[in-house]
């Protein structure tokens, strides 16, 4: 059998697990040495392909890329640039078809999130109208955890253990010093139209008048009075009161609390900051000291504290990717299947990638209280399989040990491009 090399790369924003699903793709080409030859990295993403910047993975050491399982960020680099339309954009579409086979790529790997999935859609429909045999697989990742068909999607969980922790260790923080000082403390977490990070705060409270006293979801319509009466109810009968409130928290209108006015490469809307703007409200209308956070990249950086369910889960997916596209599938996801709850199993299936791209999961209504300020025991059950576990990384001089890679460059052999 003729080999062929393969192409990987890492879009959008990263995750604690992002590199474990590299590791995972990486590993599982070389066990299939006699159908793949080299891997090719790119660059920042896309961006690598587009730009002939690729990085040579068989230069690094099987001790190096067994690293990247325990390493947060995104070893190879990422990006957010989104390819658009291909009849608009045809040239760029042509030019990654130029570029692999310009290096006998005949498999591509884009691990990343919806947008992700309808880049590697389009590159595997246009190589097929040029006639280029490529098999492209996506492989899924997103803390949001709004990627259709798959149950959850890597990087959540660990988001969702490192949320909840956050917010059980601030809200005993507060607790001890609500008699004299702090009233409120609003955490910020990510999670732009889904408040699925959201909710994981959630699990930190158990029964009556734990924390967080009030979770805010982009699903539920903001209504700053039904708010401010819920902060207000919380001090007077439990001292303090601890809010969890999703970046993409939005009024009736869908106009969002905080947005910034600016767009982001994806074309979203950046978001300035709903932590303070909340905390402000609560001064305004309530007078109360209070405090605020944002988790912001820390949320999703906290390989320390990865869910070991999330480790697990991003290997599989990113070695899954590996097996279907050797076994001739193409335009195909793996995608997580949740077979039970109690005691929690799992296993890997294929999703058909037109069913996946430009498409988002939202909170389900019946994972969301009837009052809209908390989650139900049904989001609680599918929740909390989702953080269990430890997967501590390697630690030296007090610290995380982390890959350090060679990150070799492959010789040129087209023309300069411009994106």
Not at 69 to 77: I, L, M
């Amino acid at each position: 059998m003729a080999k062929h090399n393969a192409f990987y790369a890492q879009s959008g924003g990263v995750t604690a697990v992002i590199n474990a699903s590299a590791c995972g793709v990486i590993e599982a080409c070389r066990r299939h040495s006699d159908s793949i030859g080299k891997v090719y990295a790119g660059h920042n993403g896309i961006i690598g392909a587009l730009t002939e910047d690729l990085i040579d993975v068989s230069q690094e050491s099987d001790e190096s890329i067994a690293a990247l399982r325990h390493t947060p960020g995104g070893a190879f680099g990422s990006c957010r640039y989104k390819l658009k339309d291909i009849e608009s954009h045809r040239v760029q579409y042509e030019r990654l078809i130029e570029v692999f086979k310009a290096h006998d790529i005949r498999y591509f790997f884009y691990n990343g999130g919806g947008d992700s999935a309808d880049t590697c859609l389009k590159v595997s429909q246009l190589s097929e109208k040029m006639g280029y045999p490529l098999t492209a697989i996506h492989v899924p990742k997103t803390v949001d955890n709004d990627l259709p068909i798959t149950d959850n999607s890597p990087g959540f969980g660990s988001v969702a253990k490192y949320i909840a922790t956050s917010t059980l260790e601030a809200s005993l923080d507060i607790a001890s010093m609500c008699a004299t000082s702090t009233k409120v403390f609003v955490l910020e977490v990510m999670g732009r139209h889904a408040g699925w990070i959201a909710a994981a705060g959630g699990l930190a409270g158990q029964g009556e008048g734990e924390p967080p006293h009030l979770v805010i979801f982009p699903e539920v319509a903001f209504d700053r009075r039904k708010v401010m009466e819920r902060v207000e109810y919380a001090v007077k009968n439990y001292g303090y009161c601890v809010i969890v409130v999703s970046e993409g928290a939005r009024y009736e209108d869908g106009t969002f609390l905080a947005d910034s006015g600016n767009t982001d490469a994806f074309g979203h809307r950046q978001l300035g900051g709903v932590a303070p703007t909340l905390a402000g409200m609560v001064k305004q209308d309530l007078g109360y000291k209070y405090h605020w956070a944002v988790a912001d990249y820390l949320q999703r950086a906290a390989r320390h504290l990865a869910s070991r369910t999330d480790v697990e889960q991003a290997y599989a997916v990113g070695e899954r990717a590996v097996e279907l596209a050797v076994a001739g599938e193409n335009s195909r996801m793996p995608a997580i299947k949740r077979v039970s709850d109690n005691p929690y199993r799992w296993e890997i299936e294929s999703a058909p990638l037109a069913e996946v791209a430009n498409r988002e999961k939202f909170m389900p209504p019946d994972y969301i209280s009837e009052d809209g300020f908390s989650i139900t025991d049904a989001c609680r059950a599918y929740l909390s399989p989702l953080i269990q576990g430890e997967d501590f990384p390697p630690f030296e001089n007090g610290l995380p040990k982390v890959a350090h890679l060679k990150l070799a460059r492959v010789e040129k052999r087209l023309p300069e491009f411009t994106i």
